[in-house]
């Protein structure tokens, strides 16, 4: 085997998992946002979770995107860890698909699917039709670089370097440790599968020794999803350990049924003198077999990683940090979008409460001037202004990444709403300011100044009650009640402007008093402008 042909090998593998990258990245942009919502619909009980697991991966043609794509979903709540367990199931059992599809040998109708796909994405000016293009030249490019690589393996019939190495294949630890080592290193079962049935094409690895091998590789694919854990909550590593013990349980199992049974006899003769097709129905049956002996058990499997990963006591720490957020970097797109979308809502609802509990807070210290309270409003900003500025730079990010119109609209429109609410928060501030103020100048509101105050802050938290964006709201009836509850603040503003003036007017204000009480009544107006601005958002975003 020459320069020549390992350089022919490294070209096909790196055809084959971009073939696999333009799948996937042409089903996320499909369908990437709308993930969610598939999968609570078709998640709903074990079948159908093994069900969606098995057609995702067969169109995507990789477990370990699927499985990194779960990592995600547990990370960012989309997904419970119950839930994953089916899932993960099926992603197992519809990974074979990509060897049954070699077995069937369409690599010679592969370059149809690439040149239909590209003609397509060049010629056809629709969005949609550029991602579904995306997925078809995507699974050419991957059969021909599946091509590329049977080609370069011929000439290892006559190296005899490779097939005495091979034959230490036969020892089952060993062709376990081949495959799990090469598949973690390419980070892809189907490419290792596939590398090996071109092996096995060449008559260099009988079925006695390839499924040894099989099996490591099913182990070693794991490796993708435990890399995308890193840094994740526990829940997520919690999948991975999940995804791990299957593939584990399986190798045992199957290990000892080929050591003790004439399985590999049984699979011969299923389709003889076929070896690529062996291997495909092996692997075919490893996980399908797997996946009915352990379909009962998997809440017994997520009980089990919960005790292997228990909950720390750091995750809900009050240090400044991203609670919701967390980078998804992978070189598998599909459903990243989804995650990160969820991951925003959710800390830009965590910033929302936090300017809430503001509000109230400076009314508090209003009616009663405490030091240690003032510390704590001004700690809450610091940390408004964190999570302005760190969602704002993870917004950046994403926008330099996205795929969809749609999905730009939402990541802009969710940049324009932090601003507005650290906006928000820094009225809440000017508010705290004012406390301190009459404290220092020993000066007091009457009761009836502030019952107005109250009324305006009120107000206020109602407006802001009613931008929460909880899923499925009606967004043209939240900027109606917004826009309602943004003029009622103007409306008492003037109002309580004009009961001020009289009171200043017949003495019963002092000046100083009535300056600062005036700042306030525009702080409250202000508020209420800024969350009419996020109702606004939110409608444009749902259109």
């Known amino acids: 085997m020459g320069i020549t042909d390992i350089l022919s090998l490294l070209g096909g593998l790196a055809l084959f998992l971009y073939g696999m990258h333009m799948m996937s ?28 697991g098995a057609v995702i991966t067969a169109v995507i043609q990789s477990s370990s995107a699927t499985t990194v794509m779960l990592v995600g979903f547990v990370n ?21 698909i990509t060897g049954q599809l070699i077995a069937l040998d369409i690599s010679a109708i592969a370059p149809i699917f690439a040149i239909g796909g590209v003609a397509a994405m060049m010629f056809i000016k629709n969005e949609k039709v550029h991602h579904i293009s995306g997925i078809f030249s995507g699974l050419g490019i ?36 081949i495959g799990a080592i090469f598949t973690a290193i390419i980070q892809s079962s189907s490419a290792s599968v596939g590398i090996l049935q071109a ?25 993708t999803a435990v890399l ?36 590999v006899s049984w699979m011969e ?51 400044y940090r991203l609670k919701y957020i967390t980078r998804f970097e992978s070189n598998y797109a599909i459903g990243s979008s989804a995650v990160a979308l969820s991951q925003v809502r959710d800390e830009i609802e965590r910033m929302r409460d936090m300017v809430s509990k503001n509000i109230a807070k400076a009314y508090d210290v209003l009616i009663q001037y405490n030091e240690k309270d003032m510390e704590k409003i001004s700690e809450r900003e610091t940390y408004i202004d964190y999570l302005n500025r760190e969602i704002s730079e993870y917004i950046v990010s994403l926008i330099s990444n996205e795929k969809s119109t749609e999905d730009s609209k939402i ?44 009324e305006m802050k009120k107000q206020c938290l109602t407006a802001l009650d009613i931008v929460k964006n909880e899923e499925g709201s009606d967004m043209t009836q939240v900027l109606f009640e917004a826009s309602a509850a943004e003029q009622k603040i103007d409306d008492l503003r003037d109002k309580y402007f004009k009961k001020q003036m009289q009171r200043m007017k017949k003495g019963k204000c002092k000046p100083q008093s009535g300056i600062i009480f005036t700042e306030m009544l525009t702080d409250f107006e202000r508020m209420g402008d800024h969350v009419k601005n996020i109702a606004q958002q939110y409608k444009q975003m749902s259109e």
């Not at 060449?202 to 070693?220: E, H, K, R």
């Open 25 to 52: 990245n042409g089903l996320e942009a499909a369908a990437g946002n709308r993930m969610k919502s598939i999968l609570e619909k078709l998640t709903s009980n074990r079948i159908k979770g093994v069900l969606v």
């Open 76 to 96: 960012s709540g989309l997904m419970t860890l119950s839930q994953a367990v089916w899932v993960i199931m099926g992603a197992n059992i519809g990974t074979t």
């Open 142 to 177: 991957l059969f021909m670089g599946m091509a590329m690589m049977g080609d370069a393996m011929v000439p290892l019939q006559d190296s005899q370097t490779f097939i005495n190495f091979m034959t230490t294949v036969e020892n089952p630890l060993v062709g376990i440790l």
């Open 199 to 223: 092996l096995a094409a060449t008559g260099m690895v009988p079925l006695s020794s390839a499924v040894y091998i099989l099996f490591g590789q099913n182990i070693g694919t794991c490796i």
């Open 228 to 263: 995308a854990s890193i840094g994740m909550k526990v829940n997520a590593k919690r999948t991975t350990v999940i995804h791990l013990m299957f593939n584990i349980f399986g190798s045992i199992l199957f290990t000892v049924i080929c050591m003790t049974t004439p399985f």
């Open 269 to 319: 003769a299923l389709t003889p003198g076929n070896p690529v097709a062996q291997i495909a129905n092996v692997h075919t049956t490893f996980n399908i077999v797997t996946t009915l002996i352990l379909l009962p058990f998997g809440n017994v499997m997520a009980r089990i990683a919960t005790q292997i990963l228990p909950d720390s006591k750091k995750e809900d720490d009050g240090d």
């Open 411 to 454: 990541i802009n429109g969710y940049y324009a709403v932090i601003g507005n609410l650290e906006r928000i928060g820094d009225h809440a501030m000017n508010l705290a300011g004012y406390a301190k103020d009459l404290k220092e100048w020993n000066l007091s509101f009457s009761d009836v100044a502030l019952e107005e105050i109250e």
